[in-house]
């Protein structure tokens, strides 16, 4: 797609406002010694960047622009940022790095709390303080992985064109195809009931196995057959070192193909093909 042209709804991927547009044709004019004037409207600015789009040239240049982002900053940081969030966890003896409820099962866990014979009202209480604490840790250092595991993609490999926003729908273009990025914290139930004990070890050697799962067995209200880059939890303590080597020891050269069939709520069947990218981040 990006390799052969660039078409408008890719440059309101890619770029936030007219002021990156701007700088983007004045980097490329600079870097093809175009001496003629930059075009001032909006409109004037993405026909340009379309007639002058040139993928070698302009990843490298929006590769360059995104590394001013504070996107890109707080990604750097990140592992550092993580590595301090750990060690607060340990100095509250929060216990084992794992989540203590799920989100959608919270009313059931409370529920639960509530109905335990062997505890005590206040102990009930610094029960669920403590959960409740821990919940929001897992949260605020998942998202601190998340930013870099994102700066480490587009860091280690020239072939990824960042966004330089925020977007729905496209975070990544890999070899100039979109790919959006989803965050797993399980290869499914159904995956770890299939391949028994093994599963993890079965994981790492067949990750376009994981990948069909999770396209397979999504949630329908939730469904999409788009392209994606799946980043899944294997193991919930991982430190910043592991999750490095894991992501840059993933081949971004070719995407997983992968075809799976869905079935819907109202019982009809489809089969869906489609390309992927998976990092599995394990110990």
Known sequence: MLKDRIEI???????ANREEKLEYLELLYKEKDI??????TNTGLDEEIINTWNFDISNKIIRKMFEKTEKYRIGKLSATAIK???EEWNKLCLGKFEW????????????????????????KDEKVKKEIVKFRRIKKINTARNDFIEYLIVDNNENVTPTLKHNRGVDFYINGYPFDQKVSKSVTNKFINDFGDNWKEYAKMHPEIVAEYLYKYQDEARFGAES???????????????????????NFKEPQH?????EFSNKTKKIFNVDCYIVLLSK
């Open 258 to 262: 992968i075809s799976f069939e869905y």
């Open 84 to 86: 301090e969030m750990m």
């Open 100 to 123: 203590p409820f799920h989100p959608i099962a919270f009313d059931q866990y409370i529920q639960d709390i509530n109905t335990n014979k062997r505890l005590t009202e206040d102990e």
């Open 228 to 250: 994606r880059l799946l980043i899944v939890y294997l193991d919930d303590d991982i430190t910043e070192d592991e999750i490095y080597k894991c992501v840059v020891n993933t």
């Open 35 to 40: 001496t003629s004037s930059i075009p001032k």
């Open 9 to 15: 709804k890719e440059i309101n991927k890619i770029f």
